[in-house]
C-alpha cells in the first residue's frame, strides 16, 4: 500500500474500497454554514449523495467554517463525487445569500486510513472537534456531526456507526460506552488543528494507543501501521542523541529515517531539521541519496 498519508491535489492516490478522512473549508473567514437551515441542506445533501455514488459513510461533522467526513468509496469516483457535493452546496448558497465567489476554499484534502486504530482515531478526531473549537463544553452535545449515532447505536441514521463500534467491541452498547468513555477524555488528548498540521490525526492516533491500550492492544484490532510509526519516532529520538551520526555503523540508519520521512511528505530541509542534523550534513550522509528538494 502506497506510504504517503497526505497528498496534494495532483498526487491524490484514490482506491476503491479505500476509507478516507475528508475535510473542505471555506476561504478565509467566511462561514459555510450561516443558519440552521444550511447544515439541514447539506445533511440533505450528503444523504443523496452516498447512495449516488455508492459512498458507505461512517462519520461527519458540520462546523461554521468547514467540514469533515469519514467514508468508504467504492469505486474510484471521489473527485467526481466532492465536486458534485461541493458544487452542488454552493450554488444554492450563492443564490440564498445573493453571493458570487467561491463558497469552498479550493480542492478538498484526503487522508487515507492505514489500520483500525487510524480509524477510531479519526472517527473520534471529527467528532471532538467542535469541543476543540469551543463551539459545546461535551462533543456528545453537538448538534451537527455524527457523535448522537456512536454513543446511541440504536439510533437510525445514514451512517454506518456499526463498522467502527465492532471494531471496539462486539457487543455494540458495550462498544458505545467505550466509544464515549474515549470522547470524555478529550482534555488529556493532543489535538492540533489538521488545517495548521496535516499529520494532526496521525499525532492524536498515536496519543490515543498510548492512552487506552486497554482498548486499542486487544482483539483483532489492526494498528500495524501506526505501531510502526512509533518505532519510526523512538529510531528519531535515538539518532538525535546520537554522538556518531557519521560512523558508518550508523549511517545506514539515518537513510532509512530520512527515506521514511519523505513518505510521510516532509522535504529535505524538515527531513534535516527532524533528524537534528543539518541539510549538507544530510547530503553527506546520505551520499546525496535521492531525496525531493
Not at 96 to 118: E, M, N, P, W
Not at 151 to 179: E, H, T, V, W
Request: charged share 25%.
Amino acid at each position: 500500500m502506497e506510504e504517503r498519508l497526505y497528498f496534494s491535489y495532483r498526487n491524490k492516490i484514490i482506491s476503491a474500497g479505500g476509507i478516507y478522512h475528508i475535510t473542505q473549508r471555506a476561504p478565509g473567514n467566511e462561514m459555510i454554514f450561516v443558519e440552521e437551515d444550511d447544515y439541514f441542506r447539506m445533511l440533505s445533501l450528503l444523504k443523496e449523495w452516498v447512495k449516488g455514488f455508492n459512498l458507505e459513510p461512517f462519520s461527519f461533522c458540520l462546523m461554521p467554517n468547514h467540514y469533515h467526513l469519514l467514508l468508504k468509496i467504492n469505486e474510484p469516483n471521489l473527485s467526481k463525487a466532492m465536486h458534485s457535493l461541493n458544487t452542488t452546496y454552493a450554488l444554492n448558497f450563492n443564490s440564498k445569500y445573493q453571493r458570487k465567489g467561491h463558497v469552498f476554499c479550493g480542492v478538498y484534502r484526503a487522508s487515507i486510513c492505514l489500520d483500525d486504530t487510524h480509524l477510531i482515531g479519526s472517527s473520534l478526531y471529527i467528532h471532538l472537534n467542535p469541543q476543540k473549537a469551543g463551539l459545546v463544553k461535551k462533543a456528545q452535545d453537538y448538534r451537527w456531526s455524527s457523535v448522537g449515532v456512536y454513543i446511541n447505536p440504536g439510533k437510525k441514521s445514514f451512517i454506518r456507526s456499526s463498522y467502527i463500534l465492532k471494531i471496539i467491541d462486539g457487543d455494540l452498547q458495550k462498544a458505545a460506552k467505550i466509544y464515549e468513555d474515549m470522547l470524555s477524555n478529550y482534555p488529556s488528548l493532543e489535538y492540533k488543528d489538521i488545517n495548521e498540521n496535516p499529520r494532526a490525526v496521525i499525532d492524536f492516533c498515536k496519543c490515543i494507543i498510548h492512552k487506552f491500550p486497554q482498548v486499542l492492544f486487544k482483539g483483532a484490532i489492526k494498528k500495524d501501521f501506526l505501531l510502526q510509526e512509533l518505532a519510526i519516532d523512538k529510531m528519531i529520538e535515538e539518532c538525535r542523541k546520537s554522538k556518531r551520526r557519521c560512523a558508518p555503523q550508523d549511517k545506514e540508519g539515518v537513510i532509512y529515517l530520512a527515506k521514511r520521512l519523505q513518505t510521510r511528505g516532509y522535504n529535505v530541509s524538515e527531513i534535516a531539521k527532524i533528524l537534528g542534523i543539518t541539510r549538507q550534513t544530510l547530503y553527506n550522509l546520505t551520499n546525496k541519496v535521492q531525496l525531493k528538494m
